[in-house]
């Protein structure tokens, strides 16, 4: 009788495991390829608890066998004619003793493409599973014997099946925005290329769009963070609050670095969408940022996360506090605490005020915020426009742990996942 498996059914990943052992039918079972041929030998000498021996291996002809006292196994197929990827089975002998069978102990070892094909279903549920949990699985559930390199090997195999390769990835980039534009004609998706290699892809969704312009507040935290995966770039993001006080993602633009021009164009792209709305942009003070921003929206609403400030103003402290003995922690606490009333305090006078005690208190500190604090960009009393009490970037950061799976994967991956 001739049994012949579809190509949607080869890679096994609706088989429970015992019924590995029916993989093989007889003599006229067909398989689309030599590689699908393979990965069912080898799941099947899994389950039977036995390595066979490729005798031939190669794309038009399959022969392995496999024999100890009490256990013959042997298969062989062709193509079923040239230019044909076809193999039909035409010896199968599959003779054995239970209790012999359930006796063998055997450590397998296969290639990564073997190997991946046992794991690539828990993968698509679990892409962050670390290398040696994968391989602990392998070894006790399957006898597969792997180190620690083929282990990682088998994990990429399976996530370059699911996801597909980098290179083949950046060419799903047009459609992927395509699509996400015809899906929702409020969406914003565009791309710019060098050669054959995307250089930048730009992502915010119309319902993020209509969030922001119909209930949110009109300030935007930008921020960057590095993928993982295969493509090793960098995400900027444009985060905002929505009427809940929680985080709205509003855009996000994916780059291979985080120069003044990839600020500039994500600003622009963000300009576009926003028409001639005001809005106040909050950042840390990376040069990149304060000239992009300064470019398309103009200086006078850009304010400073107070949190990276604080980060600064502390460094200085160390560096002031260098050699001195440990007497002198206190003043640390004392500093910051000054430096927290200036930024909060809630009218000039109130910040004058301050400003004069942290003179007394350090005159060096006060002169690195007159020279380095910006002030005017982050203390609230300063800054001329509304800013509801957030002086810190931190939904940024939440935004960026938000995202830490999606940005070990392919910028489709990516994006569909955002």
Same mark, same amino acid.
């Given at each position: 009788m001739?049994?012949?498996?579809?190509?949607? /059914?080869?890679?096994?990943?609706?088989?429970?495991?015992?019924?590995?052992?029916? &993989?093989?039918?007889?003599? !006229?079972?067909?398989?689309?390829s030599a590689d699908v041929f393979r990965v069912f030998a080898?799941?099947?000498?899994?389950?039977?608890?036995?390595?066979?021996k490729y005798v031939r291996n190669n794309k038009e002809f399959m022969s392995m066998r496999y024999k100890v006292e009490g256990y013959l196994w042997k298969l062989c197929a062709n193509h079923v004619r040239k230019s044909c990827d076809v193999l039909r089975v035409t010896t199968f002998i599959n003779w054995h003793v239970h209790s012999t069978q359930d006796s063998l102990d055997v450590m397998h070892s296969g290639r990564a493409s073997l190997n991946s094909s046992i794991i690539i279903n828990e993968m698509r549920d679990h892409t962050d599973k670390c290398t040696s949990e994968i391989r602990k699985k392998l070894?006790?559930?399957?006898?597969? /014997?792997?180190?620690?390199?083929?282990a990682y090997r088998a994990k990429e195999k399976? &996530?370059?099946?699911?996801? !597909?390769?980098?290179?083949?990835s950046y060419m799903l980039i047009p459609w992927v925005c395509e699509r996400?534009?015809?899906?929702?004609?409020?969406?914003?998706?565009?791309?710019?290329?060098?050669?054959?290699?995307?250089?930048?892809?730009f992502i915010a969704y119309g319902s993020c769009i209509e969030g922001f312009l119909g209930g949110a507040r009109y300030i935007m935290y930008v921020d960057r963070t590095h993928l993982s995966g295969p493509y090793k770039g960098t995400i900027l993001s444009a985060s905002a609050y929505d009427a809940d006080n929680e985080l709205l993602s509003f855009a996000i633009v994916i780059v291979k670095g985080e120069t003044l021009d990839d600020w500039t164009w994500f600003f622009y792209m963000i300009k576009e969408i926003l028409g001639f709305v005001e809005v106040t942009i909050v950042s840390d003070q990376h040069n990149a940022i304060i000239g992009g921003v300064a470019s398309i929206f103009g200086?006078?609403?850009?304010?400073?996360?107070?949190?990276?400030?604080?980060?600064?103003f502390s460094s200085e402290i160390m560096k002031m506090n260098?050699?001195?003995?440990?007497?002198?922690?206190?003043?640390?606490d004392d500093a910051l605490h000054l430096l927290d009333k200036i930024a909060y305090?809630?009218?000039?006078?109130?910040f004058e005020a301050i400003m004069d005690d942290m003179r007394a208190f350090s005159p060096r500190l006060f002169d690195w915020l007159i020279r380095h604090g910006d002030v005017d960009r982050w203390a609230k009393s300063r800054f001329p426009y509304k800013r509801w009490d957030n002086i810190t970037s931190n939904i940024t950061e939440s935004f960026n742990a938000w995202m830490v799976n999606e940005r070990k994967h392919t910028v489709p991956q990516l994006i569909y996942e955002h």
């Open positions: 001739d049994t012949s498996i579809g190509v949607e /059914d080869t890679d096994g990943s609706e088989m429970v495991h015992v019924e590995w052992r029916g &993989l093989f039918t007889g003599v !006229g079972q067909r398989f689309p080898y799941k099947f000498a899994l389950i039977n608890k036995f390595v066979p070894k006790q559930e399957y006898g597969i /014997d792997l180190t620690y390199k083929q399976s &996530l370059e099946d699911i996801y !597909g390769r980098p290179e083949q996400l534009k015809e899906t929702d004609e409020k969406t914003v998706a565009e791309w710019t290329a060098i050669g054959n290699w995307f250089e930048r892809v200086g006078q609403r850009h304010a400073f996360c107070y949190r990276h400030i604080k980060e600064n260098k050699g001195q003995t440990r007497t002198n922690g206190r003043s640390k305090a809630r009218t000039d006078e109130k």
